[in-house]
């Protein structure tokens, strides 16, 4: 699925683990005036209450999306209590002052590449959310035209984004081209999310 008509586009790719009828990876993206988000959580385990736990919290990212990622991860730590626990990965772009940041809690993965080459690969805080306090690292900089951001679930592994299959300012084709290298072997729940700033 691509959507490119705002100033973030976006694709992704996202499949259940083989043999799963239900994908414990949930995600959302929304573009305000103020403000693009991209989250995406994996609940601990697989099947259905993985899968309840990170829809659950997409739900709050969905009702906060212009607020800081502090306050956006402080809500849905709240809501996992008596809840299976999850990792989490959130970007948001400031389309006011053309800045991003974006936090990762566990397993989930965050790619960033400069239109000049440069790149950048997370180190994610260990752990996982489940309603208790979590300190958070989150990482800030200047946004800049041609930028893409890849976001990913322990599905996707580091080696299968190498430089050879993302150097290419196309996130549709860096989707279309992880599909069909990868997309056979899904040893766990597989979310891949490519967006660019224009």
């Known amino acids: 699925m691509t959507i490119s008509d705002n100033q973030v586009a976006v694709s992704v790719y996202q499949k259940a683990k083989k043999g799963n009828y239900y994908c414990g990876d949930s995600y959302f993206h929304k573009e305000t005036d103020d403000a693009f988000i ?53 970007l948001r772009i400031d389309l006011k002052q053309q800045t991003y940041s974006y936090s990762s809690i566990g397993n989930i993965g965050v790619i960033t590449l400069a239109k000049d080459g440069k790149r950048n690969r997370n180190i994610p805080l260990s752990g996982y959310l489940a309603g208790y306090p979590k300190r958070l690292k989150v990482t800030r900089g200047q946004v800049e035209s041609g930028m893409i951001f890849l976001l990913f679930s322990d599905g996707v592994t580091d080696r299968r984004l190498s430089v050879k299959n993302t150097n290419t300012h196309d996130i549709h084709f860096i989707i279309e081209q992880y599909k069909e290298l990868y997309g056979q072997f899904r040893d766990d729940d597989t979310t ?5 700033y224009k």
């Open 38 to 90: 991209c989250a995406l959580a994996d609940g601990l385990g697989s099947g259905e209450l993985a899968k309840d736990s990170s829809q659950a919290v997409m739900e709050v990212i969905e009702e906060f999306p212009n607020q800081e990622i502090e306050y956006i991860i402080k809500k849905c730590n709240e809501v996992l209590l008596g809840k299976r626990g999850v990792v989490l990965g959130i």
């Open 192 to 196: 891949l999310i490519a967006m660019e």
